[in-house]
Each structure stands twice: as structure tokens, then as C-alpha cells.
Nanobody, 122 residues
Framework: QVQLVESGGGLVQAGESLRLSCAAS????????MGWYLQAPGKQRELVAS???????DYADSVKGRFTIARDNARKTVYLQMNSLKPEDTGVYYC????????????????WGQGTQVTVSS
């Protein structure tokens, strides 16, 4: 069993900051990629930021310079520091991890968090 528990969402005003956290537990190991997606109201889920075990990061153009992804491999935790928030950052943020599932002996297993709501008022 693999679980991802997210925290840190909330309601803020434009220009403020939030920090999201996502902790993985269970039979997931050797986590390669960790990241965050945003599902804005009425839109498809889109990648916000990702981080690989090798140290590479990727960001959506809309968040570059404002958001920073970080990870703690020992704690199987990924963070998203969101600064200078805008109303268009509103939506449900989902974390995901991709790694080795020891129960199924399967590499490249992907798991998702339950989502955390971020609302930015103007």
C-alpha cells in the first residue's frame, strides 16, 4: 500500500505565499520523480513542477520565478513553495510520485495524493 498525504492548502490573497507538502509512505522506494499538478476549475490537470532524483527540476511557464519545488528523499516528501500567488493559481493541487513499488515488484509505479485546495482571492 502506498499513501500520499498532502497538506498546506488554503485561502490566501493575491501576492501572498503558501507551502504545500506531500509525504509518501508504504511500499514505494527509490522514488525517481516527484511533482505537483494543478487542476483549475473547468480545466484539465496540468503539470506545475517536477523534480527528479538526479536533481533536475521542471516548471510550468506560468509559475517560473514564483514557485519552487524541493524534496526530502529520506522522508519521501516533496514540497512546493508558492510565492506571489495569483488568482489564476487557484485550484486543486495534486502531488505524485514515481518509483519502485516493492509489493508489486514494479518500477515506474505512479501514485497520486488526494489533492489540496488552494484559493487565491484578488
Amino acid at each position: 500500500q502506498v499513501q500520499l498525504v498532502e497538506s498546506g492548502g488554503g485561502l490566501v490573497q493575491a501576492g501572498e505565499s503558501l507551502r504545500l507538502s506531500c509525504a509518501a509512505s508504504g511500499s514505494i522506494f527509490s522514488i525517481n520523480t516527484m511533482g505537483w499538478y494543478l487542476q483549475a476549475p473547468g480545466k484539465q490537470r496540468e503539470l506545475v513542477a517536477s523534480s527528479t532524483l538526479g536533481g533536475s527540476t521542471d516548471y510550468a511557464d506560468s509559475v517560473k520565478g514564483r514557485f519552487t519545488i524541493a524534496r526530502d528523499n529520506a522522508r519521501k516528501t516533496v514540497y512546493l513553495q508558492m510565492n506571489s500567488l495569483k488568482p489564476e493559481d487557484t485550484g486543486v493541487y495534486y502531488c505524485y510520485v514515481e518509483g519502485y513499488d516493492a509489493v508489486w515488484s514494479r518500477y515506474a509505479s505512479v501514485y497520486w495524493g488526494q489533492g489540496t485546495q488552494v484559493t487565491v482571492s484578488s
